[in-house]
């Protein structure tokens, strides 16, 4: 994947893009799609998995959660495979963000989409700028 040109890569990631946001994946599997084409969820761990929470330890339930949370990412990969996005999606992050709820971020996978962005919107910023300061100059 590294001998890929640049051209090559945005267009597979407008193609993935349009893929992405064409299945239903709120519906199935209460993941979301952001502007930067990141799948993106909560996934709240079920409390029928986690006995009493006084006899954990939270090591204890980051491995009971962490099984939870590869099945999920299994059936989600399986989804986004027979929908055509084979080999076009990969694991970003994952964060927890409460006791029993964590944070899954899935996106293209020949580059990170929200740096792609960045340099996009701040490209863009400049030449705006760069636009108007020169009809500035032109006109005075």
């Known amino acids: 994947m590294k001998n ?3 051209f090559k890569k945005i267009k597979l990631f407008y193609q993935y893009l349009k893929l992405i946001k064409s299945i239903e994946l709120e519906k199935s599997f209460g993941a979301r799609v952001d502007n930067a084409g990141r799948i993106y969820t909560v996934l709240n761990i079920p409390s029928a998995l986690i006995e009493e929470p006084y006899n954990l330890k939270s090591s204890d339930i980051d491995a009971l959660s962490e099984s939870y949370i590869r099945d999920y990412s299994q059936k989600l990969a399986k989804y ?13 992050e994952m964060k927890k963000v409460a006791k029993y709820s964590y944070l899954l971020v899935y996106g293209f996978s020949m580059f990170n989409s929200s740096i792609y962005y960045r340099y996009v919107y701040i490209t863009l910023s400049l030449l705006i700028l760069l636009i108007i300061f020169s009809l500035f100059v032109i006109n005075f």
């Open 80 to 92: 986004l495979d027979s929908n055509g996005l084979l080999e076009m999606y990969s694991f970003y």
């Open 4 to 6: 890929i040109s640049i």
